[in-house]
């Protein structure tokens, strides 16, 4: 039992990063209702600067974290101008494709700038472990965990108190309306994805901080895991996108504990059976409601 | 003969259609008038099974159809138009009402050259010759001005061949010239036995296409009968024209 | 013929089997990152077909074929009621599903003295029916040629008739093909099947070839690349995927100079592309275009 709780308290540490991961990915979906299949490529750039600074300075703190979210937002302006911006209105799969072609250019030339493959990267705070009753609690873990958890709320009072908040809220929920009424769309899609991209740098941030390390080629990973948690928790609801991301936290975290082999099983058989008995994901909009909408067209 | 028998249906709060009784014998033309929101499109599109309803029954020919998917309405012999005219933009005039005749008996997926499809195809350049579409034959149907696009859903819904016809505003955006050039080929391009049902705003359309009319209003029919009789009715003037309306006078109204 | 060469055009031929089985559930308007699952599925039915049940090769073409196809519709099946990008994200999570699976089954005899088999994450060695019957890759390429033919005329058969247009009105407008009595469900399940068959006959070729495969080869690199084939050389036609196909692995193959800057190169130009063309090359309009130019030309001989 205590290890369960153990393995829980983990899950949701690393699901908060995983959080702020979907939660990046939902707000570039929710505004464009495209997959941005370059996201995790662009968070990686970001790291990968970070650890270049880390090399540079020889010293963490706020430089590495400044270069990875920067770094990180260049590479997202890149993506939303060439995939995005650029392609015709409708053409959602043309984007998806785009993306992906930008996903294999940045991770090329990630492997031309760094043929090493891995760099180090700073920890957060020294490593300790501190105990809180039978658990034990990884402070960096904590720490990222606060963090995580402060950025999600900053997001959340953007999204509900600020004009731009309700922009974005406009456009995802309804954007032919939201044009009609004289919404800036273009505009407002192109900051929503530059906010997503500093939510994904600060995720990444973290998760290379937890890790201590970037690695070539992990931009496939932060890419579908966004792309999952986001589902799983439902399109279109940001609070599905942090349920998403903590529950795939616990699972995988659940799973490498006790499942030895098998234990990439459950995230995606999770993901499958999801999405067949629930087709919206867990948080999402009853169908039939939208339907009738969509019917009322007719 | 269809029979709508006290059929609702709700979205969301709102019941756009409210316990609606309706009685359409073989052959028989009806006109559903009402404003805007009083639910006529939704009742189409509950006969033609698009929409599901929440209480009552719909019964073609004796059976019980409610309930059953929609394609099964469409083989079921049921045929309509849309408002908002579902056309396949990029496809040419022909393409879009060879559509119609995929589902019906003797349609060939693989083989174009068998008798069967050689006449289907002779049978929809016909109808698009009497539609006077003929010289638009193979211009893609988005390069089509308003009034020709709705000529094509009608030879679409025509080319299945129904033994129901559902029109939705089959005038809607036409000058009253054009309405009155799609009233004349409605009445001369539908068989007398294929059954009728129009739904549409313009009242001189619907007084002149049909026999009978069925006025609805916020969901609930409210006068049924000849349209000189029902366009005199006080409720139907009040829903039309306001409760200010003075008492009608024999204007050569409807 | 040079051996590069016959490789280079063998890898063309076999990823067009994938490619033309996104292409087909494209049509009827679902997109699938997973069709490198029935891939998957074809390579090793067909490998313990002929490597460890000492089967024909036609028969095992048969069975990897068929058992993609099954997966497949078993697949579409559950799928009904997911769709569009939620049926993008099952069949990924169906397809790692597939690749994790692998990773850990073992399925291993000794023929001859020799292990054979599939043997969870080192792969599945030993479908040997090439060597053991002396087939030269030249020959195997004109196999692959073949079946390809085959594939496409297939395809081309569908386009001409009825069938075509039912695909691409289930994938343009379900509504509007319901109301003109087309069974979209029907209709979906049933591409599906197709598709995954299609795809699983890719794999059966490749799992030959290369006598060797692992799961590793089947993973979402393969699944997205699929689908961009279709979307890079057009949705138009069934030409389409193949020609994004040939410019991937024929143009950029061949093109030594770009050595390290490929993907650079290629993903920008293909970002570009998709700019102007985002159905693709051979897409639709461009396809009624040039028929048109097609059909006139002959007019203008006559009257010049």
Same mark, same amino acid.
């Given at each position: 039992?205590?290890?369960?709780?153990?393995?829980?308290?983990?899950?949701?540490?690393?699901?908060?990063?995983?959080?702020?991961?979907?939660?990046?990915?939902?707000?570039?979906?929710?505004?464009?209702?495209?997959?941005?299949?370059?996201?995790?490529?662009?968070?990686?750039?970001? *790291?990968?600067?970070?650890?270049?600074?880390?090399?540079?300075?020889?010293?963490?703190?706020?430089?590495?974290?400044?270069?990875?979210? !920067?770094?990180?937002?260049? *590479?997202?302006?890149?993506?939303?101008?060439?995939?995005?911006?650029?392609?015709?209105?409708?053409?959602?799969?043309?984007?998806?494709?785009?993306?992906?072609?930008?996903?294999?250019?940045?991770?090329?030339?990630?492997?031309?700038?760094?043929?090493?493959?891995?760099?180090?990267?700073?920890?957060?705070?020294?490593?300790?472990?501190?105990?809180?009753?039978?658990?034990?609690?990884?402070?960096?873990?904590?720490?990222?965990?606060?963090?995580? !958890?402060?950025?999600?709320? *900053?997001?959340? +009072?953007?999204?509900?108190?600020?004009?731009?908040?309700?922009?974005?809220?406009?456009?995802?929920?309804?954007?032919?309306?939201?044009?009609?009424?004289?919404?800036?769309?273009?505009?407002?899609?192109?900051?929503?994805?530059?906010?997503?991209?500093?939510?994904?740098?600060?995720?990444?941030?973290?998760?290379?901080?937890?890790?201590?390390?970037?690695?070539?080629?992990?931009?496939?990973?932060?890419?579908?895991?966004?792309?999952?948690?986001?589902?799983?928790?439902?399109?279109?609801?940001?609070?599905?996108?942090?349920?998403?991301?903590?529950?795939?936290?616990?699972?995988?975290?659940?799973?490498?504990?006790?499942?030895?082999?098998?234990?990439?099983?459950?995230?995606?058989?999770?993901?499958?059976?999801?999405?067949?008995?629930?087709?919206?994901?867990?948080?999402?909009?009853?169908? *039939?409601?939208?339907?009738?909408?969509?019917?009322?067209?007719? | 003969?269809?029979?709508?028998?006290?059929?609702?249906?709700?979205?969301?709060?709102?019941?756009?259609?409210?316990?609606?009784?309706?009685?359409?014998?073989?052959?028989?033309?009806?006109?559903?008038?009402?404003?805007?929101?009083?639910?006529?499109?939704?009742?189409?599109?509950?006969?033609?099974?698009?929409?599901?309803?929440?209480?009552?029954?719909?019964?073609?020919?004796?059976?019980?159809?409610?309930?059953?998917?929609?394609?099964?309405?469409?083989?079921?012999?049921?045929?309509?138009?849309?408002?908002?005219?579902?056309?396949?933009?990029?496809?040419?005039?022909?393409?879009?009402? +060879?559509?119609?005749?995929?589902?019906?008996?003797?349609?060939?997926?693989?083989?174009?050259?068998?008798?069967?499809?050689?006449?289907?195809?002779?049978?929809?350049?016909?109808?698009?010759?009497?539609?006077?579409?003929?010289? +638009?034959?193979?211009?893609?149907?988005?390069?089509?001005?308003?009034?020709?696009?709705?000529?094509?859903?009608?030879?679409?819904?025509?080319?299945?061949?129904?033994?129901?016809?559902?029109?939705?505003?089959?005038?809607?955006?036409?000058?009253?010239?054009?309405?009155?050039?799609?009233?004349?080929?409605?009445?001369?391009?539908?068989?007398?036995?294929?059954?009728?049902?129009?739904?549409?705003?313009?009242?001189?359309?619907?007084?002149?296409?049909?026999?009978?009319?069925?006025?609805?209003?916020?969901?609930?029919?409210?006068?049924?009968?000849?349209?000189?009789?029902?366009?005199?009715?006080?409720?139907?003037?009040?829903?039309?024209?306001?409760?200010?309306?003075?008492?009608?006078?024999?204007?050569?109204?409807? | 013929?040079?051996?590069?060469?016959?490789?280079?055009?063998?890898?063309?031929?076999?990823?067009?089997?994938?490619?033309?089985?996104?292409?087909?559930?494209?049509?009827?308007?679902?997109?699938?990152?997973?069709?490198?699952?029935?891939?998957?599925?074809?390579?090793?039915?067909?490998?313990?077909?002929?490597?460890? +049940?000492?089967?024909?090769?036609?028969?095992?073409?048969?069975?990897?074929?068929?058992?993609?196809?099954?997966?497949?519709?078993?697949?579409?099946?559950?799928?009904?009621?997911?769709?569009?990008?939620?049926?993008?994200?099952?069949?990924?999570?169906?397809?790692?599903?597939?690749?994790?699976?692998?990773?850990?089954?073992?399925?291993?005899?000794?023929?001859?003295?020799?292990?054979?088999?599939?043997?969870?994450?080192?792969?599945?060695?030993?479908?040997?029916?090439?060597?053991?019957?002396?087939?030269?890759?030249?020959?195997?390429?004109?196999?692959?040629?073949?079946?390809?033919?085959?594939?496409?005329?297939?395809?081309?058969?569908?386009?001409?008739?009825?069938?075509?247009?039912?695909?691409?009105?289930?994938?343009?407008?379900?509504?509007?093909?319901?109301?003109?009595?087309?069974?979209?469900?029907?209709?979906?399940?049933?591409?599906?099947?197709?598709?995954?068959?299609?795809?699983?006959?890719?794999?059966?070729?490749?799992?030959?070839?290369?006598?060797?495969?692992?799961?590793?080869?089947?993973?979402?690199?393969?699944?997205?690349?699929?689908?961009?084939?279709?979307?890079?050389?057009?949705?138009?036609?069934?030409?389409?995927?193949?020609?994004?196909?040939?410019?991937?692995?024929?143009?950029?193959?061949?093109?030594?100079?770009?050595?390290?800057?490929?993907?650079?190169?290629?993903?920008?130009?293909?970002?570009?592309?998709?700019?102007?063309?985002?159905?693709?090359?051979?897409?639709?309009?461009?396809?009624?275009?040039?028929?048109?130019?097609?059909?006139?030309?002959?007019?203008?001989?006559?009257?010049?």
């Amino acid at each position: 039992m205590i290890a369960f709780i153990q393995s829980l308290i983990d899950g949701i540490t690393i699901g908060s990063a995983y959080a702020l991961l979907a939660l990046g990915f939902a707000l570039i979906f929710g505004v464009l209702r495209r997959l941005n299949l370059a996201y995790g490529s662009s968070i990686l750039i970001g *790291a990968f600067a970070g650890a270049a600074v880390f090399a540079q300075l020889k010293s963490g703190g706020w430089a590495v974290a400044v270069a990875t979210i !920067v770094a990180a937002v260049a *590479a997202g302006v890149y993506v939303e101008r060439l995939c995005f911006w650029a392609v015709r209105r409708g053409a959602a799969i043309a984007s998806m494709v785009s993306s992906f072609a930008v996903w294999m250019q940045l991770d090329e030339l990630l492997a031309l700038l760094f043929p090493g493959r891995t760099l180090a990267f700073p920890a957060l705070v020294e490593r300790s472990v501190f105990e809180l009753g039978p658990f034990q609690l990884r402070t960096e873990y904590v720490v990222m965990f606060a963090l995580a !958890v402060a950025l999600m709320a *900053a997001l959340e +009072w953007m999204i509900r108190a600020t004009r731009f908040g309700l922009a974005v809220r406009a456009v995802t929920e309804h954007p032919e309306a939201a044009r009609a009424m004289g919404v800036p769309v273009a505009r407002i899609a192109f900051w929503a994805f530059l906010l997503a991209s500093a939510v994904g740098g600060a995720a990444g941030y973290l998760m290379a901080s937890a890790e201590e390390q970037v690695t070539l080629h992990s931009g496939m990973a932060l890419t579908f895991t966004g792309l999952i948690a986001m589902m799983i928790g439902g399109i279109g609801s940001l609070r599905g996108a942090v349920l998403g991301g903590l529950l795939l936290g616990v699972v995988e975290t659940l799973a490498k504990a006790h499942l030895g082999a098998w234990h990439e099983f459950p995230v995606f058989g999770l993901l499958f059976l999801v999405l067949v008995l629930r087709p919206g994901g867990l948080l999402a909009q009853d169908f *039939a409601a939208r339907d009738a909408a969509a019917l009322r067209r007719v | 003969m269809l029979r709508l028998e006290r059929v609702t249906r709700r979205f969301g709060g709102i019941e756009a259609v409210k316990e609606l009784d309706v009685e359409v014998p073989p052959g028989a033309r009806l006109g559903l008038i009402g404003p805007n929101g009083s639910g006529k499109t939704t009742v189409l599109n509950l006969i033609s099974g698009v929409v599901a309803l929440d209480e009552g029954a719909i019964f073609w020919n004796g059976a019980r159809i409610d309930g059953l998917p929609t394609h099964r309405f469409a083989r079921l012999g049921v045929a309509r138009t849309f408002q908002n005219l579902r056309l396949v933009p990029h496809m040419t005039v022909r393409e879009n009402v +060879w559509l119609a005749q995929h589902s019906l008996p003797g349609a060939n997926a693989l083989r174009r050259g068998t008798e069967a499809e050689i006449a289907r195809r002779a049978r929809v350049d016909e109808l698009l010759a009497e539609l006077g579409l003929e010289a +638009w034959r193979d211009a893609p149907v988005a390069a089509l001005p308003l009034p020709q696009q709705r000529r094509v859903e009608l030879a679409r819904a025509l080319a299945r061949e129904p033994a129901l016809l559902l029109l939705d505003e089959p005038a809607g955006g036409m000058t009253p010239g054009e309405t009155h050039a799609m009233r004349t080929l409605i009445a001369r391009l539908v068989p007398p036995a294929v059954t009728l049902i129009v739904v549409e705003h313009k009242l001189d359309l619907v007084a002149e296409l049909c026999p009978r009319v069925a006025v609805l209003d916020f969901g609930r029919k409210i006068a049924e009968g000849a349209p000189d009789d029902v366009l005199r009715d006080r409720k139907v003037m009040e829903i039309y024209f306001g409760r200010s309306f003075p008492s009608p006078a024999k204007s050569g109204g409807g | 013929m040079d051996d590069y060469l016959v490789s280079v055009l063998a890898n063309i031929g076999m990823f067009s089997f994938i490619a033309l089985s996104a292409y087909l559930l494209l049509l009827t308007g679902e997109i699938s990152f997973g069709q490198q699952a029935f891939f998957a599925i074809g390579a090793y039915a067909s490998g313990i077909a002929t490597a460890l +049940w000492g089967l024909p090769f036609a028969l095992a073409l048969l069975i990897g074929a068929a058992a993609g196809g099954i997966a497949a519709g078993l697949v579409g099946l559950l799928t009904l009621r997911t769709r569009g990008l939620y049926f993008a994200m099952a069949t990924l999570a169906f397809a790692e599903l597939v690749r994790l699976g692998l990773q850990q089954w073992v399925y291993v005899r000794k023929i001859e003295g020799e292990p054979v088999g599939p043997n969870g994450v080192d792969g599945f060695r030993g479908i040997r029916y090439v060597f053991e019957n002396n087939i030269a890759p030249a020959e195997f390429l004109l196999i692959i040629a073949g079946l390809l033919v085959f594939v496409l005329a297939a395809f081309a058969v569908a386009e001409r008739g009825r069938l075509g247009s039912m695909l691409r009105l289930v994938g343009a407008d379900p509504l509007l093909a319901e109301s003109q009595g087309i069974d979209v469900k029907a209709v979906k399940v049933a591409a599906a099947a197709a598709a995954g068959a299609v795809a699983a006959l890719g794999g059966c070729l490749f799992a030959h070839l290369n006598t060797f495969v692992e799961p590793r080869n089947f993973d979402i690199m393969l699944g997205v690349h699929s689908l961009a084939y279709g979307l890079i050389g057009g949705l138009g036609t069934a030409f389409g995927p193949i020609l994004g196909v040939l410019i991937d692995v024929g143009l950029l193959e061949s093109v030594r100079v770009f050595q390290g800057y490929r993907m650079i190169v290629f993903g920008g130009l293909v970002a570009l592309l998709l700019v102007f063309m985002p159905r693709g090359i051979l897409d639709e309009t461009r396809l009624r275009w040039l028929a048109a130019r097609l059909r006139r030309a002959p007019q203008h001989h006559a009257q010049a």
